[in-house]
């Protein structure tokens, strides 16, 4: 605990740490998290805070439905700034390489063991704890405060963030702080403290590449698009990107080639999914243009057509952001970070993208990620260390007092 005079002393250690506990035990990947809402919902409700379902519906392409969870702590003065407080329910697929349970949620050494556990369950442990602190003292509250429990994170397409933007919630904050594990994922080395105050962005070209079948036996006599497709995909990763001073490079991946599957013919058609991390300055427009410019200079013998993976809506995209450094949020989370670890937090920047990037880019609000650190995201071993998931209710606590107090 803080040696500091601070509210977030109230912030019980063993307390908090449980339900992470019990959060890691909820199997929840997702599009299954139906689970895990639940139980959040009760939570907040068994403590008076009044939870709301927000219905997460998206017919077309995925025919998900789903439901956020939304809570509200309104300030006295209408004038004063709304907070948005926001954690994700949902995991990755549990992965086979682990040699105990997934869900175990065990504790040994500081750390606390399991799928999610880092990503971000210690996170949404922490928004939980913090928006009930903040509850028990709203007195002292002249903003409001809103907390969102959303699914579909680690989806393709952030149903519940989007969701949130669709309905207007966003319209309604004045900034976003977001529980992610900032420094496993950042730009550059980090230890916590840290701010995260902006996120790269990412476009997934989804490429068509049409050439022309023949005898397998005679392949100068067809166009192999199998072939081509892979003179494209290694042309576009070394192809040049953008740089910026606090988001670093860009990045290109090629991530999967799909074509031909005839036993003994050319193929004639081939897929590619390729992956584009952009930084500001880089947009939907020319980030096509860089990649037509690519399939040109290979003069290939196929006919390439390049777009973007299909998306619920035009602007569903992970645009990259930037936070200013000098905004009042982050002023507010230097303090309360100081007073409760008694160090200044270092200031960091997310390599890749996530709902963040829908709140900062999209909805434009000034986003900080402020989040427990661990290892192994995603796979096997995941685990989040449990000092940070309290160190980080606490600055909660004392930010989100700082800022709408």
Known sequence: MS?????????????TIALLQDLVRIRSPYFEETEIVEFVYEWLANEGLEPEYQPVCEPEITGYEGHNVLARLEGSDPDAPTLLLNAHVDTVQLVEEWNEDPLSGRLEDGKCYGQGACDMKGGLAAVLVAFRA??????ELRGDVILSAVVDEEGPYGLGANQLIRDGVTDEC??????????VLAQSDLENPALLLGARGRYLYDITVRGHASHGSQPEHGQNAVVDAGELAGALARMDVGSHPKLGDGSVCPLSIEGGGETLSVPESCRLL???????????????????????DLDLGSDVE????EAPAADVRYGPYVTDEDHPLVRSLQAATASVTGQPPSIGYFSSVGDFNYFGHRAKLPTVIVGPDGENIHGAGEFVYTDDVVDVTQILVDGALEFVG
């Open 174 to 183: 004045d900034a976003a702080i977001v529980t992610e594990p900032g420094p």
């Open 274 to 296: 390729v992956d584009r991390h952009v930084v500001l300055g880089e947009d939907a427009d020319s980030v096509l243009a860089d990649a037509e410019r690519v399939a040109a």
């Open 306 to 309: 390049i777009g973007f993976r």
């Open 3 to 15: 040696e500091h005079d601070t509210p977030s002393e109230e912030i019980d250690h063993d307390e």
């Open 134 to 139: 903040l509850a028990r003292m709203d007195a």
